[in-house]
């Protein structure tokens, strides 16, 4: 297919805020104040030792609160909080899951120890894909997106107003990845006295401002500046729940895959059925492997035969099915769907005998 290029629209978004001071810098209540400008429903996922319930008489929010930080959780607790119907989820903090117990830096350390050279560089080939799939789970997120992250601290010393040395705590380099800061639109910088110094900004307007202790305001200029655009596509919530309804065949699932590629939500995190976190793309392609199953089923009559006569032989669990169809092979299987066409006839060939053998004498006479 050719490549074309196509006017730029801007579209409706959700926020992607970055907050990155030292400690002391109002990290967590500045997060909880633009959240209440950005939306009612509140999610927040506390790293910090419980520290952000401090706040439950100023703000309404919901709380999750974590004492191991892989990155694979964030990704759970992501899809729980789209599931939840959450407008605005927080991250206190995003540092945790790099250098926390259980975070990338300890995954790699232990991932270098498992390879046959025992160095870093096979570690991060290991672990790199799961911080990957941690950021677009981030950024797929269905509502607005805060996250907070610590810097690495030094004192340096000024003068005051009064003409007097004083020393004072700067914050430098932000606890995560080289980088990290692209993936967001909006990224400030807190000080002591809790200015905010808009270091990145895709919104105009907010572009290299200054802004002494940013509150509500701040959320609801920034979600104004995210409402102006003709209406965006689907989100990941509105693509799961459509996966889900029974009877959707898989040319629909396969419509609803390439909507969610071209949206970039595939990697986006949700729950399944089951209440398990998934990704938006593994579940659809979950499903579609599932209704190519049962169009198989239904287009091929010994396979329907071969169901109904390890029902009849009341072999009712799936388990005890696979292990007799298993037996019958010679191989184990994940499901029956795994049986060739020779395969079936000799599960039913051996079907027929068994339930023959099971007839009391005289029962055809």
């Keep these: 297919m050719a490549l074309q290029f196509a006017p730029a629209t801007k579209r409706q978004a959700k926020a992607r805020i970055a907050l990155e001071g030292p400690a002391g810098s109002g990290k967590t209540y500045t997060a909880l104040r633009l959240a209440t400008g950005l939306g009612a429903r509140i999610a927040l996922l506390d790293t910090e030792h419980g520290s952000a319930s401090k706040y439950a008489d100023l703000f309404t929010f919901d ?6 930080y892989d990155p694979k959780t964030l990704i759970e607790a992501l899809a729980a909080g789209g599931a939840g119907g959450y407008e605005v989820f927080i991250v206190d903090s995003l540092s945790h899951f790099w250098m926390g117990i259980d975070g990338m830096l300890e995954q790699v350390d232990r991932a270098a120890k498992r390879s046959a050279g025992g160095n870093s560089f096979g570690g ?15 950024l ?3 509502g607005h997106l805060i996250v907070t992250m610590r810097t690495k601290t030094e004192w340096v010393i000024e003068e005051n107003d009064r003409g007097k040395k004083v ?8 606890v995560q990845r080289d980088g990290i800061e692209y993936e967001f639109d909006i990224v400030g910088d807190l000080d002591q006295e809790n200015n905010l110094v808009v270091s990145k900004s895709r919104c105009a ?8 202790q940013p509150d509500e305001e701040l959320g609801r200029t920034i979600r104004a500046w995210l409402d102006d655009g003709v209406e965006g596509g689907p989100n990941a919530v509105q693509l799961r729940d459509a996966a889900l309804v029974p009877g959707t065949s898989r040319d629909e699932l396969l419509a609803l895959y390439e909507r969610a590629r071209r949206a970039g939500i595939l990697g986006a ?4 059925a089951a209440g398990s976190a998934t990704t938006l793309g593994e579940l659809i392609a979950d499903r579609g492997r599932a209704a190519r199953t049962a169009t198989t089923v239904a287009d091929d009559p010994r396979r329907r035969r ?8 009341e072999f009712g669990e799936q388990d005890q099915q696979l292990a007799f169809a298993g037996e019958v092979v010679g191989r184990e299987l994940a499901s029956t769907d795994q049986l060739t066409p020779d395969e079936v006839e ?3 060939t051996r079907l027929e005998s068994f339930l023959a053998q099971q007839e009391p004498a005289g029962a055809t006479a």
Excluded: F, H, N
Aim: aromatic share 4%; no cysteine; net charge positive.
């Design 63 to 68: 709380t999750l609160a974590l004492t191991a």
């Design 346 to 348: 000799q599960v039913v």
């Design 306 to 313: 071969m169901l109904a006569l390890l029902a009849q032989a």
């Design 140 to 142: 797929a997120y269905p």
């Design 167 to 174: 020393p004072r705590k700067i914050g430098m380099k932000a």
């Design 205 to 212: 307007s907010l572009s290299g401002a200054v802004i002494r």
């Design 124 to 138: 991060w080939k290991e672990v790199t894909p799961i911080e990957r799939r941690m950021v677009d789970a981030m």
């Design 269 to 272: 995190p949700v729950v399944d």
